[in-house]
């Protein structure tokens, strides 16, 4: 939110954001295009019962999901940039407290599915779907996924060399953390924006690739802690000189796993759970991606700071994402720490 103090919110806020429009010189063509939509999605919001001063994330969701069927994907695109720039703008001058469409245009930016039927998971369900899973190597892939939002090829790229865990008999094992931004930063992941199919990292040609727009050091707690050491504890020698975090103990035993393992584990668990059916489409099904929603829904709702969830996705940086990464150990480790939720 901006620094300045909140505003009372004017009786026409749309109208109020139009004016302002015409004050910094956008053409009458640029300022009609913003009124039919605004009105338009204003219309819709009145027969929800709300309006723009108190929509929540769903609504604007539910209201992207409306267009799609009478409009062409580009130009529900377009309402979905104009309506961000009206809250953007209204929050930024303390009109409105927070702009409910930054996380659904972060999942447009996913190409994730925007239906507001979406299944919802509380953290208590995601709790006890964790508790099933008992292989090591699958547990591991679980809880890193829903603990750091990663995505799936991410998750697989990831080295011994970009975890550190403060425990003497992993240190003893394994060179874990030798990342130089690592250093001074214990217990830590680092996700390399610098992945590639077909790129050789780290002695490796990788076959995922990383779609972090960014270099990411994100905490690890100690239930992830927990977990990576469980599954260091059996990991099989690795094939790879890159030395793996993640190798595969069924087929191609040491190999590092790869999405589509990754992708069958999880639908094996969620079928068993009841959380995926053939068919089911994005809406219905949990899947790899469905975790990192999970992890950007929970922990936003939770911390109340949308700038430290868009450095932990890795998402596009701006001054204040760099503000986040000089001050990664005061601000957020603390506050990743006192709102992650547990799972295990």
């Known amino acids: ?55 929540s994330h769903r609504d604007c969701m539910a209201f992207v999901h409306s267009l799609r069927g009478d409009l062409a994907e580009s130009t529900v695109a377009t309402y979905a940039a104009y309506l961000h720039r009206y809250y953007a703008y209204m929050t930024q001058i303390g009109v409105f407290e927070a702009n409910p469409m930054t996380l659904v245009m972060e999942e447009m930016d996913e190409s994730i599915d925007k239906d507001p039927s979406r299944r919802e998971i509380d953290v208590s369900s995601m709790r006890t779907f964790v508790a099933g899973i008992r292989h090591p190597l ?32 992993v240190e003893a094992t394994y060179e874990v953390g030798t990342r130089a931004a690592l250093d001074g ?41 927990t977990v990576l050491k469980a599954w260091l504890a ?73 700038g430290v969830v868009k450095y932990l996705r890795g998402d596009v940086a701006d001054d204040i994402i760099d503000t986040y990464t000089h001050n990664w150990g005061d601000r957020v480790r603390r506050i990743y720490e006192a709102n992650v939720y547990r799972l295990v």
């Open 1 to 55: 939110m901006s620094s300045q103090e909140t505003e009372p919110a004017p009786k026409d806020p749309i109208g109020y954001f139009l004016e302002d429009l015409t004050y910094h010189g956008k053409t009458e063509r640029t300022r009609g295009s913003y009124e039919r939509v605004l009105r338009r999605f204003e219309a819709f919001l009145s027969e929800r019962g709300t309006s723009t001063s108190e929509a």
């Open 138 to 169: 699958h547990r591991a892939i679980v809880v890193t996924l829903l603990k750091t939002g990663v995505r799936v090829g991410e998750l697989c790229n990831l080295d011994l060399r970009d975890v550190a865990l403060s425990d003497p008999n």
């Open 185 to 225: 930063r214990p217990d830590s992941l680092y996700v390399t924006g610098d992945a590639r199919v077909g790129q050789s990292l780290n002695g490796e040609v990788r076959t995922a690739a990383n779609k972090r727009k960014r270099d990411t050091v994100i905490p690890i707690d100690d239930e992830l802690a």
């Open 234 to 306: 059996v990991r099989p020698d690795a094939v790879s000189p890159a030395e793996p975090l993640l190798v595969s103990t069924a087929d191609g035993w040491g190999e590092r796993i790869d999405p589509e393992s990754v992708r069958h584990v999880i639908e094996q668990y969620a079928r068993d759970h009841g959380w995926y059916h053939t068919g089911g489409g994005a809406s219905e099904n949990v899947t790899p991606h469905y975790f990192r929603h999970f992890f950007t829904t929970h922990l936003r709702e939770r911390t109340g700071d949308r």
